[in-house]
């Protein structure tokens, strides 16, 4: 698609034509920055304590927010990643044609440089006396428009895009015009960061492994599939981490854990996108009662080094992260939020009938298993605002999980839900490798061909676990929907810089 420029972007190309003309580099190859706006203005205001009076020069750069033109002198705000500050700019002082081409022909927008020595005016705020100024980049198309309004003496901003989608579409836009965007991003790093300082903390290896796959597992969801010309082979995009972080447990490795990217071509929806980032970790000799314990201690260190709490407010919610979190088999908590127990339909047919009786929805051909866990999506997740271990889920969704001792339909698994949502999942991790070929094999039977539950056999998996594998405790999160809750957002989009969207018509 062609750009056609707009009324305003043809003003400001005129303007860069009349830059160049006045011999003004409009993209020059250097800037120098001595202080950010912040630095500047804390070290104005540790001088002015001391009674230190002894000038301080600095050289600003940013994007130039705000401009009165009062003739001789013009105040400007440029802000950079850390705040904003003010320039005061004389005609007398920096020149009649620096000053002219300053205010006729700048923009809001522009990227700048200013050099000159910090002052307090006489309204008290801290400024720049500017003595020379360079432009730094041109803006040719000018940001979208925040607007302020004062209600109950607080300041409220109204978004600058008349379509949230547009948000998402000019990210680059959105993060220019709204601090409260940038935050988001901000906190994103700092959950990462604390997730990976706890693991590393806790004795765990970080490590990578295969993005390309020849085959996909560790999940049941459809893979997006590409090929790889020279080798003539086609390859998938991970769905999992699983399969490549439990060979390493065989390889004598006790503790692992990778923080990376998961793609799964399935639906988008507000907890939904195509590619996501994913937490997992293995550790030898746990078991998911292990697991369980660790996770609330990561959850809570978590929000503490985000918030400096443990307690936090999600949509409304205050929710409590202190340990230890309720614990409700799948089978308890659907008998209290559903009112079946589904041990009284013990295949597919009763079961999905008595969901039926009651109003709810149970797909044509759907296992006795997912019927299950329609259940729990449909009438238990909605209700699990303080977290909540639901534990003990059917065999028949859980292939790669121990099974519960003595209970031949039930594994040793978990998923926990804070807020109404469902944040990650754990097992004990099945490492027999002949029940692991049975139960691969069985859901070959089970699925029909095409079906997303139906992933191929890892033979190579499957020879790894016969060198032995050590009995272990494995977990798995979404980093992005922990974004979500530890920003107070409803979208999963908010807390991804460039989700995945429709093209637009």
């Not at 830059?19 to 202080?35: I, W």
């Not at 607080?154 to 993060?175: N, P, T, W």
């Not at 903390?201 to 997006?224: K, S």
């Not at 692992?256 to 998961?262: A, M």
Request: with cysteine; aromatic share 10%.
């Amino acid at each position: 698609m062609s750009w056609e420029p707009t009324h305003l972007e043809k003003q400001r190309l005129e303007k860069l034509m009349r830059l160049q003309e006045a011999g003004v580099e409009p993209y020059p190859p250097r800037a120098e920055r001595t202080h950010t706006t912040e630095q500047a203005l804390q070290a104005f205001t540790e001088a002015e304590t001391r009674g230190d009076e002894t000038p301080i020069e600095v050289k600003i750069c940013g994007r130039l927010a705000s401009m009165r033109d009062m003739g001789k002198t013009v105040f400007a705000h440029v802000t950079d990643e850390h705040g904003r500050i003010q320039l005061f700019l004389r005609r007398d002082e920096i020149g009649e044609e620096s000053h002219r081409i300053f205010r006729k022909l700048l923009d809001l927008g522009d990227f700048i440089q200013a050099n000159g020595i910090l002052f307090r005016t006489r309204a008290g705020e801290i400024s720049v006396r500017v003595q020379s100024w360079q432009l730094l980049s041109k803006a040719i198309t000018p940001l979208p428009v925040i607007k302020e309004e004062e209600v109950d003496g607080k300041i409220i901003r109204h978004g600058a895009f008349a379509d949230v989608e547009e948000r998402y579409r000019q990210r680059y836009a959105d993060l220019a015009v709204n601090p409260d965007v940038r935050e988001v991003f901000r906190v994103r790093a700092k959950v990462i960061r604390a997730l990976r300082d706890f693991m590393d903390n806790h004795g765990f290896l970080e490590v990578e492994t295969p993005i390309l796959q020849p085959l996909y597992g560790g999940a049941a969801a459809r893979p997006f599939t590409t090929y790889h010309n020279q080798l003539k082979q086609q390859l998938y995009l991970r769905i999992s981490f699983e399969l490549y972080l439990k060979r390493l447990l065989v390889g004598g490795y006790e503790r692992v854990y990778e923080i990376g990217r998961d793609f799964r071509n399935e639906g988008v929806s507000f907890k939904h996108n195509p590619e996501f980032t994913q937490l997992e970790f293995y550790a030898a000799y746990w078991d998911y009662n292990d697991v369980m314990n660790f996770t609330e201690q990561m959850l809570a260190y978590v929000a503490e080094q985000v918030h400096g709490t443990i307690t936090i407010t999600y949509q409304g919610h205050t929710i409590d992260l202190s340990p230890p979190w309720r614990r409700i088999t799948l089978r308890d908590a659907i008998k209290e939020y559903a009112g079946i127990d589904y041990m009284d339909y013990l295949d597919a047919k009763s079961l999905a009938d008595a969901i039926r009786q009651i109003g709810g929805h149970a797909p044509e051909g759907a296992s006795w298993g997912k019927l299950i866990d329609g259940l729990l999506g449909d009438y238990v997740e909605p209700n699990l605002i303080q977290p909540t271990f639901i534990t003990l889920y059917p065999r028949d969704i859980s292939p790669l999980a121990k099974g519960a001792p003595d209970d031949p339909f039930h594994v040793e698994r978990f998923e926990y839900f804070i807020a109404g949502m469902e944040l990650g999942n754990a097992f004990t991790e099945l490492n027999d490798p002949i029940e692991q070929r049975k139960r691969f094999e069985a859901l070959q039977e089970m699925y029909r061909q095409g079906d997303d539950e139906r992933n191929p056999i890892d033979e190579d998996y499957l020879r790894a676990m016969r060198y032995g594998m050590p009995p272990n405790g494995g977990f798995g999160t979404g980093v992005d929907r922990l974004v979500m809750l530890f920003t107070d957002k409803s979208t999963i989009r908010e807390v991804l810089l460039f989700p995945h969207l429709r093209e637009k018509e």
